[in-house]
């Protein structure tokens, strides 16, 4: 045999899966330093901070406190108040996103003149920036020229302008109308792409068996829709929690603090009052608790996905 048909012979026999893992390694090296840089640091050193009494009303006495920030975040009553309200505003607007986005899927699902018409004017709300959604239904409510008090007057529902984000029992409605309007396009896409993936023999086989429309709907789509569920539910509960938008361009936690959530009090915390230690800590809790809930869901759905 040949020299040249022995080296073929070994570099054939070579085992080249610890060569390829250094290769990865060594591409994937200024990936890994820049997340590291942008990402891991800011999160680890933000912690870090949570332990410190640090206000930048005085920069230079931060005492380290370890835990009492969060001794303290927990100790007060407008903390439980704004994670109340925060728990509220995530039922309603999941609940409600969820609701609509499925109705919108099952509509698209079907095939009927203008359907792309109506795909492509459904993605315009996801497409809008969130404080141009904001700045939007801040004027949509304004009391003294908003288009819904000119729609209401003129349907003679009522009888003169209301200021509207003004209204205690109303506001936290008002908001939540304007998140579930920005954020259903995106569940929609996310269901709608789950119903594709239902194989149509399914439903020819249970309409042979006799059942009826709802019936396939119960036994066939609602089953088949868990992982988009458990995806819509996951991603809108995250944002609703984190939401800080809307709450700062139509109230800023008003009025009476009506809308004052978790997200709110964070940036109170740690821009109006420059506490940043506890502005930390209170970004934490949000942080712990919004994973928490998103491995539940997966958990609960894991069996199904």
């Known amino acids: ?35 590291t840089a942008v990402a891991v640091f800011p999160i680890l050193y933000s912690f870090w901070i949570s332990l410190f009494d640090l206000k930048l009303t005085r920069p230079h006495r931060a005492p380290f406190v370890w835990f009492d920030n969060y001794v303290h975040i927990f100790q007060d009553q407008m903390f439980w108040d704004s994670v109340g309200r925060s728990t509220s505003f995530t ?3 999941v609940t409600a996103i969820m609701l609509i986005a499925m109705l919108m899927a099952l509509l698209l699902n ?45 349907l003679g529902l009522i009888d003169k302008y209301l200021v509207m984000l003004g209204d205690v029992d109303k506001t936290m409605l008002l908001i939540t109308n304007s998140f579930v309007w920005k954020e259903v396009p995106l569940a929609t896409i ?19 068996d006799g059942a009826n429309v709802w019936q396939r709907f119960i036994h066939i789509t609602l089953p088949a829709l868990t992982p988009g569920f458990a995806l819509v539910m996951i991603y809108e509960t995250m944002m609703a929690i984190r939401h800080f938008d809307l709450f700062f361009i139509l109230t800023e936690g008003g009025p009476a603090d009506a809308s004052h959530v978790v997200a709110w009090q964070v940036y109170v915390e740690t821009f109006r009052k420059l506490a940043f230690g506890t502005g930390a800590a209170l970004a934490y809790i949000m942080a712990i608790v919004t994973f928490t809930l998103a491995f539940f869901i997966i958990r609960s759905t894991s069996h199904k996905l």
């Open 1 to 35: 045999m040949s020299n040249k048909s022995k080296g073929l012979r070994r570099l054939i026999g070579t085992p080249v899966s610890a060569y390829d893992q250094k290769s990865a390694m060594l591409f994937l090296a200024p990936m890994m330093v820049i997340l």
């Open 91 to 93: 039922l309603m607007s």
């Open 110 to 154: 079907q095939d009927f003149r203008g359907r792309r018409i109506l795909s492509a004017i459904l993605l315009i709300p996801w497409a809008i920036p969130y404080v141009a959604n904001g700045l939007m239904w801040k004027w949509i409510y304004d009391s003294g020229y908003g288009a819904l008090n000119g729609l209401l007057f003129q």
């Open 190 to 208: 996310l269901l709608l792409v789950t119903l594709k993936s239902i194989r149509a023999d399914l439903y020819s086989a249970a309409k042979v």
